[in-house]
């Protein structure tokens, strides 16, 4: 993975790292310093992606089937925006260790910002989220959120597909 997309990723997936705290396998401050600097633009010295095993795994399994020969950008959107709820719900029905609902990525609107966190409305309803990853994310903009925190500012186009995806889902369970 280039380094813009290992950032990337890491924006999608360290909000579900909660998880491993909660199993024990991470210490909150670890996961703290992971999230800071992120948030600063960098990349931690180790290769934390290799935690998250089913995010990469499913990564490679979409980068195939797009017949790249790497997890770019594309590929990390795919996963996590359009493709993450299933495996979010496949995952509870194994563990039952994490709130499935809020692991799920949603679009919203953001409604209000303010000293570092985010008013968002999402299918949701209307919620506070984390700015760290989107320090630039304004009144009016489109987001998805993660957890609790806004992951990136996304187009309308991008914002109506994840609806879609959504609905969609929500049908066929």
């Known amino acids: 993975m280039k380094i ?13 790292a909660s998880t491993f705290v909660t199993r024990g396998t991470l210490t909150q401050e670890h996961l703290n310093d992971l999230i800071r600097t992120v948030s600063d633009d960098n990349l931690p010295n180790e290769n934390v992606e290799e935690m998250f095993k089913v995010a990469n795994a499913m990564c490679k399994i979409i980068a195939m089937r797009m017949n790249k020969s790497s997890i770019d950008s594309e590929v ?8 993450h709820s299933k495996v979010v ?5 194994l563990m039952r260790d994490f709130n499935p609902i809020d692991c799920k ?7 209000k ?4 966190h985010a008013i968002v409305k999402t299918s949701r309803g209307e919620r ?6 989107a320090k630039n994310a304004r009144e009016k903009d489109m987001v998805v959120v993660h957890f609790d925190f806004i992951v990136e500012l996304i187009t309308e186009d991008t914002f109506k597909k994840m609806q879609t995806a959504e609905l969609e889902y929500g049908k066929r369970n």
């Open 105 to 111: 990525t949603y679009a919203g609107i953001v409604t």
């Open 76 to 83: 990390i959107r795919q996963y996590f925006l359009l493709e």
């Open 4 to 16: 813009e997309d290992r950032k990337l990723f890491l924006k999608y997936a360290l909000p579900c």
């Open 128 to 133: 506070e989220y984390k700015t760290l990853f």
């Open 113 to 116: 910002t303010e000293n570092g």
């Open 89 to 93: 719900d496949d995952r509870y029905e």
